[in-house]
């Protein structure tokens, strides 16, 4: 079913370690994006790509890098994890322009950096 | 740079009372705006667009770009519409930027 997945949904990590959180759709989108966002409030856009070879910051400055390697994968990686980094971060994709079907968004992986 | 504001953190009802949840955008070309909604321990997903003028699970929302708003409206609320429900707007980058988001809480 074409879906889009994220792994792992909960980790919990010392600080400075080095992380990535995955994400991967079937849905051949072209558009993905990571949101951080803390329990009850707004999404906060770090990262989102075009497409293959293409990533870009978001609005919220985050120390957080990405790549597109292939058109499914987005993964999120953070060199050295701190405290400050505890949340929930949200991984999305859509088509070109997301209106015709919105867009989708996978389960989350909650974070705790202790 | 475009803004979401919904105003109400959160908002509590009792059932069949009508529900608005509030949202206005500030962007200076064609807004193109949606609901999400998020039930507990579920998934944000789509709830409605405004290009599609459709009604979902009773819920309709319509574009004023007199007021800049995009309400969300259900003449009867039901308990299985507690949740957050987020407003959203891609504008001319398709880049969607979201509300700070609204607690609905229908009570018995």
């Known amino acids: 079913e074409a879906d889009i997945y994220q792994t792992p949904r909960y980790l919990v990590i010392g600080t400075g370690k080095k992380i990535t959180l995955e994400c991967s759709q079937t849905?051949?989108?072209?558009?993905m994006y990571w949101y951080q966002q803390d329990p009850g409030m707004e999404l906060h856009l770090i990262h989102y790509?075009?497409?293959?070879?293409?990533?870009e910051k978001g609005d919220l400055s985050s120390e957080s890098t990405v790549s597109r390697i292939r058109t499914e994968h987005f993964p999120l990686t953070l060199e050295s994890a701190r405290p400050s980094h505890t949340s929930q971060y949200l991984c999305?994709?859509?088509?070109?322009?997301?209106?015709?079907?919105?867009?989708?968004f996978g389960s989350g992986t909650r974070l705790t950096v202790v | 740079a475009q803004r979401v504001t919904q105003p109400e953190k959160l908002l509590s009802v009792f059932k069949g009372a009508p529900v608005e949840l509030k949202c206005n955008y500030s962007?200076?070309?064609?807004?193109?705006l949606f609901w999400y909604v998020q039930y507990s321990r579920q998934r944000l997903q789509l709830l409605l667009r405004?290009?599609s003028r459709e009604s979902i699970k009773g819920f309709t929302a319509d574009l004023n770009k007199g007021e800049t708003s995009f309400h969300l409206k259900k003449p009867f609320a039901q308990e299985e519409d507690s949740a957050m429900y987020y407003c959203?707007?891609?504008?001319?980058?398709?880049?969607?930027?979201f509300g700070r988001g609204t607690s609905l809480i229908v009570h018995p």
């Open positions: 790509s075009y497409g293959v070879n293409s990533t």
């Open positions: 405004h290009i």
């Open positions: 962007y200076s070309g064609s807004p193109e």
């Open positions: 849905m051949g989108h072209d558009k």
């Open positions: 959203a707007n891609t504008g001319g980058s398709y880049i969607p930027t």
């Open positions: 999305a994709s859509s088509d070109v322009t997301g209106l015709s079907y919105g867009y989708t």
